[in-house]
């Protein structure tokens, strides 16, 4: 909850990777799917639900992986970034004046 705030306040993602909240949401959706396929195999749904904690952290996971990809792809898009007339995107040390 403390990203999501943060990405709200500077109306920007710029600083983090993208890359780990998509492999959170893979591992999110393979949990959940082997809640299910496990269940559809005994033919016995209760192990869905005799599993609260998986099934929570999974819907969890995938909740806010979605959230966290609503920000990044959708509703702050290309912000934070400063472009330089180098092509370098927030540099690191200022541009000084040589003479």
């Known amino acids: 909850m403390p990203q ?9 993602t710029h600083g983090w990777s993208i890359y780990q ?3 959170d949401f893979v591992g999110g959706v393979l949990s959940l799917s082997q809640l299910g396929i ?20 999974g819907n969890i996971a995938i909740v806010f992986d979605i959230v966290f990809m609503l920000q990044h792809y959708v509703l702050y898009h290309g912000a934070g970034a400063k472009e330089t007339t180098e092509g370098e ?9 040589q003479g």
Not at 4 to 10: A, D, E, G, I
Not at 38 to 57: E, R
């Open 4 to 12: 999501v705030l943060t990405n709200y306040r500077n109306k920007s």
């Open 21 to 23: 909240i998509l492999l």
């Open 38 to 57: 496990d269940s559809y195999i005994q033919h016995d749904w209760s192990g869905v639900t005799g599993n609260p904690v998986k099934l929570a952290l």
């Open 89 to 97: 995107v927030d540099p690191l040390l200022e541009n000084e004046r």
